[in-house]
């Protein structure tokens, strides 16, 4: 294939498809389509969300999710407490998943804030 002068080579490379976050659901084109909200999360999606985050940890404490039928509205309400008598009892594990689950709850809390923000403004 010829080049023309204006051309180099790296702009006859394939485009690339971005890496989606593999909790979301389809999201419909348009510039307000919007991830799921975690607390719309159902079992399946926090398994999806768990395994994303501990790859390593998976195998060990994913069926006490799902035996404990964790919604994501139930994840970004869950105690550390509740983790511990779930049966994730190393500590390195717990505080590793304690601080996702906080990190999720902080995403869900400013979403909700920027939604309020919105809804106001109209």
Known sequence: MK???SQS????????????????????RGKLARPKPCYQWTTADVQKWFKRHFSDYFQLYAHLFTSNDITGKALVRISEGTLLRMGIKNPEHLEAIWREILKLRLKADIQEMKEIEMSAVI
């Open 9 to 28: 080579p790296a702009d006859n490379k394939p485009e690339t498809q971005p890496v989606t976050d593999t909790c979301q659901t389809p999201r419909p």
């Open 3 to 5: 080049l023309l002068p």
